[in-house]
């Protein structure tokens, strides 16, 4: 088909507005937005059109992968909505899903191969052809690996698009990111996974549905903003409070979810564990803990070498390989077991042995003293009144007292990340203190208990076990890995970088660090199919499709919610751009591996189906999934996902652990109240820059993705708010161009006064590059400070992208 003309709005909002007032009321209707007769073709303009319908999946890096029926008349997109074909909890689209009909038109897009001819950061290139492209760059990269190794080439991977590519790393041997999500969504869950064994990998997901929820007595929300990051399954949220729950959200702004909770309670940004620590010192003071979940699920009881912190083991603690992985694994309490006292002797003994051991004691143990990680944890909560978490949150010590004994009472669920609390550099020590607090009220493994994200359809529901595509042994990512938290100033970088996706605009804090880390690698490749920031330094820039295009009849099959998804053709590659499939199988064909992958998606889409060892999956076929609209539901979804209601932990002792002997050398066995590196309330700094600068979520974008979609730049362009005080006291206005700035440095938005937005912090949502912005990067002025203690962290240490302080001024 022939290529599309980009769609252009005739009106801005502000200009459709204006005309809209000056119609007057005979072309207004009730509502005040203009008749469709006024706005829309009549019908008999498309009567004659080939029509018809497609089904695909939408995006999966906010957890949705919604999957969505379009609409195509005469090879163009012009409708999108949920899957009919759905059950209806699960038909379901969003804002973003839906203007999709825009953006893949729009002006965001890359359409054609491009070759810098200007330094970098200038955005200057010339279009040439795929071969072109694609000899250069795969002839660069075979002399570069020829001369240093092939980890000196490194394949970075965002998760969109870079979902669409699933071989890059392997067709390469390159060197990866590694699996640690480079410090981004991973702050609170880092402290919270280890209590129960690491299985959610820092990010927290080993939770309950949110459709759970309506057995909880209280939902508390804490740094996540759950009716916004997790817009296609909200209803849940208000199906819980009209089944009696209590919800509420503990919050520095009044945000759409504390707008719609039962109680909203402010605190003081970067401040949620000490709120944390000051339940904890109520529960345990007022002998509102669950003794015997305690005793029987949790390490608490354990005794630990007063000398040293470690647990008392049977024997010093060995690696050993495990037999169904070959790979070295602590070992088991089974295998060297924890020890506990007695109630009936007072003395230790093998805690496997002791179904109801004392919380409390000291005891000898082969001549070491020891006592109980319950009583170093009481000793630990001395210094943590409610009186002392008011001062630093700001939240009255009645109110925490009040939350701490709703909490205790049960069932009670605490929903955090991402996006709140997870980008202070303290977010550690706040998901260690839920660790906590779960073990000690056993608010976990029963309907309506549970700590974790629960954001995102389809990673909070159930899960679908789908298979791989095999690839030759000779095929895998090299061992070498480049984290842009570290390399950034050890100068340690590539000689060439795939980057699918804008990772580096996305994760990198305080850019310039970026940009001059970028410039030392020789040849940087950027694969999107829109227009990023990254770009601007790339030496090649090669256009990919979106989930709508596809050049054979299907692409991928993914789990989603309660379903898994299929991404069928909706419409033909647009421009020149290119499919996932189609560029790998071209780098193949240039490194002799080409008949390793598939030959089409619908060959890789029946090995996901096939290779599962699910039978309920394997059994399936392509066709199947095609033929009931490109979805297909899960076993058993009738009632929700339920986790950990086994109450066995994948701990070394099966039980949670919320004493980390990891931690011990940064003083953080036990959750240990340390603020935030910048934006506390006595930070000297303030005297320069008194704004807390909070990167929040919204139904708007995900991170730095959907900027350049004219729908919803209709509804939200980047700007910053700011409290009518602090807007009054800087003698702003509504849509005054500003400065916002530190010592790393500035960028420029407009500002608008908000009176949800606490008084001496700053809002902005999260992603604005310079493209979308009067001038600047946010990233320009983020935190970048890693803290020393997260290095022994599951995913290490977080970008703490709102410790950030700042000062706004009219430009």
């Known amino acids: 088909m022939d290529n599309p003309v980009p769609y252009q709005p005739s ?5 459709f507005l204006k005309t809209a ?146 071989f890059m790393s392997s067709i390469l041997n390159s060197a990866t990111t590694g699996a640690q999500n480079q410090g981004i969504d991973v702050g609170i869950g880092n402290g919270f996974d280890p209590t129960l064994g690491g299985v959610g990998g820092g990010f927290a997901m080993v939770t309950s549905e949110p459709r759970d929820w309506v057995h909880s007595k209280l939902v508390l929300t804490v740094g996540s903003n759950f009716c916004e990051s997790s817009l296609v399954s909200c209803r849940e949220f208000f199906e819980a409070k009209e089944a009696g729950a209590k919800m509420i959200t503990i919050d520095p702004h009044y945000s759409t979810t504390a707008s719609k909770s039962t109680e909203w309670v402010p605190i003081e940004p970067g401040t949620d564990a000490a709120f944390y620590l000051g339940m904890i010192s109520h529960i345990v003071e007022n002998n509102l803990i669950d003794t015997e979940f305690i005793q029987k699920h949790t390490s608490l009881p354990f005794l630990v070498d007063q000398a040293t912190g470690k647990m008392v083991r049977a024997h010093e603690p060995v690696e050993v390989i495990d037999a169904e992985t070959d790979k070295p694994r602590a070992e088991t309490g089974e295998e060297n077991p924890f020890f506990v006292i007695d109630p009936t002797t007072g003395e230790a003994i ?10 409390e004691g000291n005891v000898n143990v082969n001549g070491t003293s ?40 049960g069932p009670a669920a605490i929903a955090f990340g991402w996006g709140g609390g997870d980008k202070m550099s303290n977010a550690d020590i706040a998901g260690h203190a839920i660790g906590l607090i779960t073990s000690l009220t056993g608010n976990i493994g029963k309907h309506g208990a549970g700590s974790g994200v629960w954001l995102g359809a389809a990673y909070s529901s159930h899960h679908a076990t789908l298979g791989a595509w095999p690839l030759p042994e000779n095929m895998i990512p090299g061992s070498g890995a480049y984290d842009l938290r570290y390399v950034r100033d ?104 080409e008949d390793a992958l598939p ?33 297909w539901p899960m076993e058993n979804v009738e009632e929700p996902r339920l986790a950990n209601f086994d109450l066995v932990f994948a701990t070394p002792s099966t039980r949670l652990e919320p004493y980390y002997e990891n931690r011990i050398d940064v003083d953080q066995a036990l959750p240990t109240w340390v603020p935030c590196n910048e934006a506390t309330a006595d930070n000297p700094l303030r005297e320069k820059y008194p704004l807390q600068l909070s990167n929040v979520r919204s139904r708007f974008y995900i991170h730095n993705q959907m900027y350049s979609n004219k729908w919803l ?12 005080a602090d807007m009054d006291t800087r003698e702003l206005s509504n849509g005054d161009a500003v400065n916002i700035f530190n010592d790393r440095g500035s960028f420029s938005v407009p500002v608008l006064a908000n009176s949800a937005v606490r008084p001496g912090s700053a809002r902005i949502i999260e992603g604005v590059t310079s493209d979308y912005s009067i001038k600047g990067n946010l990233q320009d002025i983020t935190n970048d400070k890693l803290e020393e203690r997260g290095a022994s962290l599951l995913c290490g240490p977080v970008v703490p992208f709102s410790d950030t302080l700042v000062e706004v001024t009219k430009a």
């Open 713 to 724: 730049q209709a509804y939200n362009e980047p700007h910053i708010e700011l409290n009518p």
């Open 599 to 631: 030959k089409d998606g619908r060959e890789y889409c029946e090995a996901l189906l096939a290779n599962s060892e699910d039978p309920y999956y394997n059994q399936l076929t392509v066709d199947d999934i095609m033929n009931n609209g490109g979805v």
């Open 370 to 409: 020891a006592t109980t990680a319950y009583s170093l944890m009481k000793k630990n909560q001395e210094s943590y009144s409610t009186v002392w978490a008011e001062s630093i949150t700001g939240i009255p010590a009645a109110k925490i007292e009040e939350i701490a004994e709703l909490y205790a009472e």
């Open 11 to 15: 009106l801005s909002r502000r200009s």
């Open 350 to 359: 093998e805690y496997n042995r002791c179904e109801n051991p004392q919380l």
């Open 21 to 166: 007032c000056a119609v007057g009321a005979t072309g207004v209707a009730a509502g005040g937005l203009p008749l469709a007769s006024q706005c829309l073709a009549p019908v008999s303009a498309h009567a004659e059109s080939e029509e018809h319908i497609a089904c695909t999946l939408h995006q999966t890096h906010c957890a949705g992968s919604c999957s969505l029926q379009c609409t195509v008349r005469d090879g163009r997109l012009v409708k999108i909505e949920p899957n009919e074909h759905t059950p209806e909890r699960y038909s379901v689209a969003c804002l973003r899903g839906i203007s999709e009909v825009q953006r893949i038109y729009g002006d965001g897009r890359i359409q054609t191969p491009l070759k810098r001819v200007g330094e970098r950061g200038e955005g200057a290139f010339e279009a040439v052809s795929w071969d072109e492209a694609l000899d250069d760059i795969c002839n660069q990269i075979k002399e570069i690996q020829r001369e240093y190794g092939t980890d000196a080439v490194l394949v970075s991977q965002s998760g969109e698009p870079g979902v669409d590519f699933h």
């Open 490 to 593: 050890s100068g340690e970088a590539p000689k060439a970088m795939i980057c699918i996706g804008d990772n580096p605009a996305q994760y990198g804090a305080t850019a310039g660090k970026t940009w001059n880390w970028l410039n030392k690698i020789d040849l940087i490749v950027m694969i999107d199919p829109y227009h990023r920031e990254t770009e601007k330094y790339a030496d090649y820039v090669l256009p990919t499709t979106t989930r709508f295009e596809r050049d054979d009849e299907c692409g991928t099959i993914v789990s989603g919610f309660n379903q898994i998804v299929m991404q069928q053709k909706v419409i033909d590659p647009l421009f020149e751009a290119k499919t996932g499939l189609w560029i790998e199988r071209e780098f193949a064909k240039r490194f002799d591996c």
